[in-house]
């Protein structure tokens, strides 16, 4: 089944220490899309690759970056992980701006 | 208002309809989007309307938009207890495509 894909499901890792969450998609979509969910509020993006082109959002913290090597796979990296960055980080991917197929998402602990 | 609303919880009974109701913020929007969010799981998209239609009704969900009130409302019939989740509102918005999300509304559905 095409799908989104994300690994792992849950992280833990420590504060300070870099982290790099993974999504895959085999629905050969053009755009992927990063956003951090807290807990009890609304999903938040924090920047989209259209094919290659990387959109940062105006308020996105430098801690965050994203790379994207090839269609199928989208990272989100954590250089600095803070106990405030302990989140749901859900990976979407779209055909083409329209709608969006999420991830399960990864749950990131930060000790 | 600048933020996409949507009360925060809603209790029914079991075979009862649910309506949960949304104001979103940009006249423009072209799809608006109802997601369901499980506990610790992603965001599965459950139906979307297009912002020249009036009414969608797929099985036992009917999307209403007022466009001139910037209201939605999905209504759930014969609400079962696998509907109690966290459900989302969302538009499209900006010429990135960017989805904005409401807060959600819980529903819990007693038996």
């Known amino acids: 089944d095409a799908m989104v894909i994300q690994n792992p499901r849950y992280q833990v890792t420590q504060f300070g220490k870099p982290v790099t969450l993974s999504c895959s998609q085999t629905l050969n979509h053009n755009v992927m899309y990063w956003y951090q969910q ?4 609304a999903p938040k993006l924090l920047f989209h690759y259209y094919d290659k082109d990387f959109n940062n959002e105006a308020d996105t913290p430098d801690n965050f970056q994203s790379r994207r090597p090839n269609t199928s796979f989208c990272f989100l990296d954590i250089r600095s992980p803070g106990l ?15 709608e969006q197929f999420f991830g399960p998402g990864t749950r990131l602990t930060v000790l | 208002g600048e933020d996409v609303e949507q009360s925060l919880f809603l209790s029914v009974r079991e075979g009862d309809s649910s309506v949960i109701n949304c104001t979103y913020t940009d006249s423009s929007s072209t799809y608006l989007y109802w997601y369901k969010q499980e506990p610790g799981a992603g965001l599965q998209l459950l139906t979307y309307i297009f912002s020249n ?19 939605l409302s999905l209504r759930i019939a014969d609400t079962q207890t696998g509907d109690s989740a966290i459900y989302f509102c969302a538009e499209i918005k900006g010429s990135q495509g960017n989805l904005i999300f409401g807060k959600g509304t819980k529903l819990s559905v007693k038996p």
């Open chain 1, 84 to 98: 405030g960055d302990a989140a749901m980080y859900l990976c979407a991917t779209s055909r083409d701006r329209d």
């Open chain 2, 53 to 71: 239609m009036d009414m969608k009704q797929d099985q036992r969900l009917t999307v209403l938009l007022n466009k001139k009130d910037k209201h």
């Open chain 1, 38 to 41: 807290k807990s009890s509020q």
